[in-house]
C-alpha cells in the first residue's frame, strides 16, 4: 500500500485533493495517508523515503501561488509533479455546540483561507479577532481545545470533530479554485496528452538581459508560458527565482528545445515535471513533424522538396 503524505491535519481541502486524486484512479493501489504539518514537511517526507508521494497546494484563483510549496520545491534533492487536480473551495465557519455567530470574539483561520473571506468576517464578525491557525483543520482543532471560538475550516473537519457549522459556503469571490499537485521522487513524466503542463525553476547569471534571454527561448519556438513568478532565494537582497509554466511536455520537440537551450545559458535549471494540465488554458506548442520529415528528406538527397 502506497503511503502518500498531504498538509494536514485530517479534514483539510488537500486531504480532499488526495481522495479525488484516489477516485480519479491515479494511484494503482488503495493508499495510506499520512499528514504532515506543512507543505516543506510532507515534501520532505518524499526526500527521507518515509512515504512514496505527497499531495499540496501550489495556486490559489483569489491569491496566486503557495510560496511554502514553490520554495520547498526549488531546494533540496529535486522532486517531481506528476498529476494535478482543482477544488473549488468555500469555508465553513464552526464552532463548538451552543456557540453564535453573535458570540464569536477570537476566529482561527489559516492565512490563505483568511484572505478568502476578509469581507465576509467584516461584514458578519466585525468585532473579531483572527487567530492564526497551522492549517484550515487545525483552526477547527483550536475551537475543540478552546484557544478561539469559531474556525475558518472545512465541513469535514466539523464532522470529524462534532463541531457545528454557523455558515457555509463561505467566500469572498465566486468559483475560486485551488489547484493541488501530487509530488514524487524523480521518474518519467507521465505521457504527452496534447493538453499539458511543463513546469521548472531558473537562477539566472545577474547580467543584463539574461531574463529577457530567458523568455526569448521560449518565445522563439511558440512555447506559451502560462505562468511567470519571482521568489527570492534568501540568499541576499536582489536575489531571486524564477518559476516558469508552459503550455506543452518535455516530449514535445519545441519544449525539449527550449530546455536544452536554458540548461546552456541559465545559471541554474530546475525541472519539475510535465503533466496533464487539469483546465487547459494557452497554445500548445507547434508541432515538427513536417520540418522532422522534410529533414529525413534532405538527408536522403531528395531533390525538389
Same mark, same amino acid.
Given at each position: 500500500?502506497?503511503?502518500?503524505?498531504?498538509?494536514?491535519?485530517?479534514?483539510?481541502?488537500?486531504?480532499?485533493?488526495?481522495?479525488?486524486?484516489?477516485?480519479?484512479?491515479?494511484?494503482?493501489?488503495?493508499?495510506?495517508?499520512?499528514?504532515?504539518?506543512?507543505?516543506?514537511?510532507?515534501?520532505?517526507?518524499?526526500?527521507?523515503?518515509?512515504?512514496?508521494?505527497?499531495?499540496?497546494?501550489?495556486?490559489?484563483?483569489?491569491?496566486?501561488?503557495?510560496?511554502?510549496?514553490?520554495?520547498?520545491?526549488?531546494?533540496?534533492?529535486?522532486?517531481?509533479?506528476?498529476?494535478?487536480?482543482?477544488?473549488?473551495?468555500?469555508?465553513?465557519?464552526?464552532?463548538?455546540?451552543?456557540?453564535?455567530?453573535?458570540?464569536?470574539?477570537?476566529?482561527?483561520?489559516?492565512?490563505?483561507?483568511?484572505?478568502?473571506?476578509?469581507?465576509?468576517?467584516?461584514?458578519?464578525?466585525?468585532?473579531?479577532?483572527?487567530?492564526?491557525?497551522?492549517?484550515?483543520?487545525?483552526?477547527?482543532?483550536?475551537?475543540?481545545?478552546?484557544?478561539?471560538?469559531?474556525?475558518?475550516?472545512?465541513?469535514?473537519?466539523?464532522?470529524?470533530?462534532?463541531?457545528?457549522?454557523?455558515?457555509?459556503?463561505?467566500?469572498?469571490?465566486?468559483?475560486?479554485?485551488?489547484?493541488?499537485?501530487?509530488?514524487?521522487?524523480?521518474?518519467?513524466?507521465?505521457?504527452?496528452?496534447?493538453?499539458?503542463?511543463?513546469?521548472?525553476?531558473?537562477?539566472?547569471?545577474?547580467?543584463? @538581459?539574461?531574463?529577457?534571454?530567458?523568455?526569448?527561448?521560449?518565445?522563439?519556438?511558440?512555447?506559451?508560458?502560462?505562468?511567470?513568478?519571482?521568489?527570492?532565494?534568501?540568499?541576499?537582497?536582489?536575489?531571486?527565482?524564477?518559476?516558469?509554466?508552459?503550455?506543452?511536455?518535455?516530449?514535445?520537440?519545441?519544449?525539449?528545445?527550449? +530546455?536544452?537551450? /536554458?540548461?546552456?545559458?541559465?545559471?541554474?535549471?530546475?525541472? /519539475?515535471?510535465?503533466?496533464?494540465?487539469?483546465?487547459?488554458?494557452?497554445?500548445?506548442?507547434?508541432?515538427?513533424?513536417?520540418?522532422?520529415?522534410?529533414?529525413?528528406?534532405?538527408?536522403? @538527397?531528395?531533390?525538389? +522538396?
Amino acid at each position: 500500500m502506497p503511503r502518500i503524505a498531504y498538509f494536514g491535519p485530517s479534514g483539510t481541502f488537500t486531504e480532499m485533493a488526495l481522495a479525488q486524486f484516489e477516485s480519479a484512479g491515479v494511484f494503482d493501489a488503495p493508499v495510506e495517508r499520512v499528514t504532515a504539518p506543512s507543505q516543506g514537511g510532507a515534501l520532505d517526507l518524499i526526500r527521507s523515503g518515509s512515504v512514496e508521494g505527497a499531495v499540496v497546494p501550489i495556486e490559489s484563483s483569489v491569491e496566486g501561488s503557495i510560496s511554502a510549496t514553490l520554495d520547498s520545491l526549488a531546494i533540496g534533492p529535486r522532486l517531481q509533479i506528476v498529476a494535478e487536480t482543482e477544488l473549488e473551495v468555500s469555508f465553513t465557519i464552526l464552532a463548538g455546540t451552543g456557540t453564535t455567530l453573535a458570540d464569536v470574539r477570537l476566529l482561527a483561520a489559516y492565512p490563505v483561507a483568511g484572505a478568502q473571506v476578509r469581507d465576509w468576517v467584516s461584514l458578519h464578525l466585525p468585532d473579531t479577532q483572527i487567530f492564526t491557525a497551522a492549517s484550515n483543520a487545525a483552526a477547527a482543532e483550536d475551537v475543540v481545545a478552546g484557544r478561539a471560538d469559531a474556525a475558518v475550516s472545512t465541513a469535514l473537519a466539523g464532522e470529524r470533530l462534532g463541531l457545528t457549522a454557523l455558515a457555509s459556503g463561505v467566500a469572498d469571490h465566486e468559483q475560486a479554485i485551488t489547484r493541488f499537485v501530487l509530488v514524487t521522487r524523480p521518474r518519467v513524466a507521465p505521457a504527452a496528452t496534447g493538453a499539458d503542463r511543463t513546469s521548472i525553476v531558473l537562477e539566472l547569471t545577474n547580467e543584463p @538581459g539574461s531574463l529577457m534571454r530567458a523568455f526569448a527561448e521560449f518565445a522563439t519556438r511558440g512555447i506559451d508560458l502560462t505562468r511567470i513568478e519571482s521568489r527570492p532565494t534568501r540568499t541576499g537582497m536582489g536575489t531571486y527565482r524564477f518559476y516558469l509554466d508552459c503550455v506543452g511536455h518535455i516530449d514535445d520537440t519545441a519544449v525539449a528545445e527550449a +530546455l536544452k537551450a /536554458l540548461h546552456r545559458t541559465a545559471g541554474r535549471i530546475r525541472y /519539475l515535471g510535465s503533466w496533464p494540465a487539469t483546465s487547459a488554458t494557452g497554445t500548445p506548442p507547434p508541432s515538427d513533424e513536417a520540418g522532422a520529415e522534410w529533414l529525413i528528406q534532405l538527408r536522403k @538527397g531528395v531533390a525538389d +522538396l
